[in-house]
């Protein structure tokens, strides 16, 4: 798989750091212990369109969300996680 | 105080196939500069006013007078000279701007240069290096053998430098003598 880096120009994955689905809404300090759960261990696993966490750890280290096919590995778009 | 070769445990400090050549360059003095949130149009001014140089776009690098830029990512360069300098005292003002850090002991230089340069690092680099795509000067960062590897053009010759962390400067070294066993690659389909 190939990630085009906003910064770098498009690199092989093995460039980059994977963390995980992008967009997750940390929940409140005082949340339900279910709502906890959800958020740190239940996840999504779509066989398609998803948007990820990567960090381009040995290019210019900005973080990135990335869109890809899960089942084709074809990047939609990569942009940076924070402004 | 005494200066150790970061190279020291390779076999030779220069080497030479088919006429190019691989050495240490060193000491070097680098400096990392990380402009603060919104100052990275005053610290391109400030760079500009003081040193007379441009501050480089993305996956490049400039040069004035000695004083070397290269981009290492958004809002993020370093400033290299050669030799033992009093480097981060020449940039203190610049901290206005960004925060400055010394890497110089962190880093470890070799100097790739000759006919055979782009084909061994054909063999080394996931990039693509042909004369139509990487030319002199332009910069990446990248992979070599797993390690975070600063690849740089400097002329046609032509001229790499490779930057690594200075505790992989025996494996860089390493895997460039591999990478120089390969055959050669460009060369040979472009003839
Ligand atoms: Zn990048």
New interface residues.
Partial sequence: MRIPCPHCGERGNDEFFYLGAAGLTRPAADAQPEAWHDYVYLRDNPAGKHSELWQHAHGCRRWLVVTRDTRTHAVFSAVDATP | MVEHSAFAGAQAVTATQGGTTVRAIEPLSVVSVTAWRGQEAALADAVRATFGLDLPQ??RWTAHAGLTAIW???G?WWLQRGGRSALMQELAALGDHAGLIDISDARAVLRLRGPLARDILLGLL?LDLHPSVFTPGQV????AAHM?VQVRQLDDKPTFDLSCLRSYAGSLWRALELASAGPPRLSALSA
Avoid at chain 2, 140 to 143: C, D, E, F, L, R
């Fill in positions: 993305a996956g290492a990512g958004p993020h996931p990446a960062s990248t992979i975070t």
